[in-house]
């Protein structure tokens, strides 16, 4: 229950951010915004490094699974995709969707493995 309170919490800051870069054009949510795309996506990198060379975190992210249905997570994140790519963010919108897309690989991958 408390993974899917921060994980609400966490996507509602998160759209939040999105709406005063978007709508509002607040030049610091732009670059915390465009920051934190490209965080992700760093983030991302790492975690498949570390999956890949620690056997323990690997074992702890099959643990974890999807907060949600795997469903509202890809959905979600492909949203805030074309969000991005709607108002001209594209290459934030890139990093974005690549991370998510490792992410996504990973626990794919770690299904097949069970």
């Known amino acids: ?6 994980y609400i919490l966490m996507n509602g800051l998160f759209l939040l951010l999105i709406y005063a870069a978007t709508v509002l054009e607040i030049t610091g949510a732009i670059n915390l915004l465009i920051f934190v795309c490209w965080l992700m996506l760093v983030l991302a990198i790492l975690i498949l490094i570390a999956s890949a060379n620690i056997e323990e975190y690997g074992d702890k992210l099959k643990k ?21 790519v709607w108002f001209g963010f594209f290459w934030s ?6 991370g998510c897309l490792i992410i996504y690989g990973l626990k794919l ?4 493995d069970d």
């Not at 229950?1 to 921060?6: C, G, T």
């Open 93 to 98: 919108a890139s990093a974005y969707l690549i």
């Open 64 to 84: 974890s699974g999807y907060t949600f249905n795997s469903r509202v997570d890809i959905t979600f994140d492909f949203i805030i995709t074309f969000i991005l």
């Open 109 to 112: 991958e770690d299904k097949k």
């Open 1 to 6: 229950m408390l993974k899917k309170l921060y």
